[in-house]
């Protein structure tokens, strides 16, 4: 099984900045695709970015050019550069991992960390 923790979560002023970090450990071999997403109370949970083995990225329209996902290689760790926040960036922020299987993925979740943006 894989398990991912995320950190660094906190309480920031519109227009800061703040950086995730998620770690994945457990049974895997090699390099999974990752992602953040976020779910703010009464919403769905929505995409946030995502990071590829090989590192391909690709942003939700919202969050283009304010945030950045990276990983660090060899291990499953993964970042969320977050800048320029808005009010509307408030949300509970998870981290995903999946696995390919012959009849379909598997997703692996985070146990999320909370983000406030606020004057």
């Known amino acids: 099984q894989v398990q991912l923790v995320e950190s660094g979560g906190a309480l920031v002023q519109p227009g800061g900045s703040l950086t995730l970090s998620c770690v994945a450990s457990?049974?895997?071999?090699?390099?999974?695709?990752m992602g953040w997403y976020r779910q703010a109370p009464g919403k769905q949970r929505e995409l946030v970015a995502t990071?590829?083995?090989?590192?391909?990225?690709d942003y939700e329209d919202s969050v283009k050019g304010r945030f950045t996902i990276s990983r660090r290689n060899p291990k499953n760790t993964v970042y969320l550069q977050m800048n320029s926040l808005k009010p509307e960036d408030t949300a509970v922020y998870y981290c995903n991992a999946y696995v390919s299987r012959p009849t379909g993925r598997q997703d692996f979740w985070g146990q999320g960390t909370q983000v406030t943006v606020s004057s």
């Open positions: 457990g049974s895997i071999f090699g390099a999974l695709p």
């Open positions: 990071i590829s083995s090989s590192g391909t990225t």
